[in-house]
Nanobody
């Protein structure tokens, strides 16, 4: 079983930055591909970014390319999401997710373990 704990959400003005962290336990971290997803009120959960177990492969949703960066520190069992140039439309609950494979994927259904979520609110 994999346990995930997110931190780093909060309230920020448009144009600002936040860094989300997700600490994992319960399995060899480098064997897990990790992803970040978000869910706004009344909307489905959607893909934001993913990173392979080695950290060599990353993929982003078009809406965040050039603004968000996913990274991981396998020595610390932690994945990060650096969020820059934030927009009000980025407001959502952000979830960290893990899949039992080192290969990064972008679909919600391909992830078996989820954190509790952290709220990100961007004011205009």
């Amino acid at each position: 079983q994999v346990q995930l704990v997110e931190s780093g959400g909060g309230l920020v003005q448009a144009g600002g930055s936040l860094r989300l962290s997700c600490a994992a336990s319960g399995r060899t971290f480098s064997s897990l591909a990790m992803g970040w997803f978000c869910q706004a009120p009344g909307k489905e959960r959607e893909f934001v970014a993913t990173i392979s177990g080695s950290g060599k492969s990353t993929y982003y949703a078009d809406s965040v390319k050039g603004r968000f960066t996913i990274s991981r520190d396998n020595a610390k069992n932690t994945v990060y999401l650096q969020m820059n140039s934030l927009k009000p439309e980025d407001t959502a609950v952000y979830y960290c997710a893990a899949r039992i494979s080192a290969v990064a994927r972008t679909l919600v259904a391909e992830y078996s373990h989820w954190g509790q979520g952290t709220q990100v609110t961007v004011s205009s």
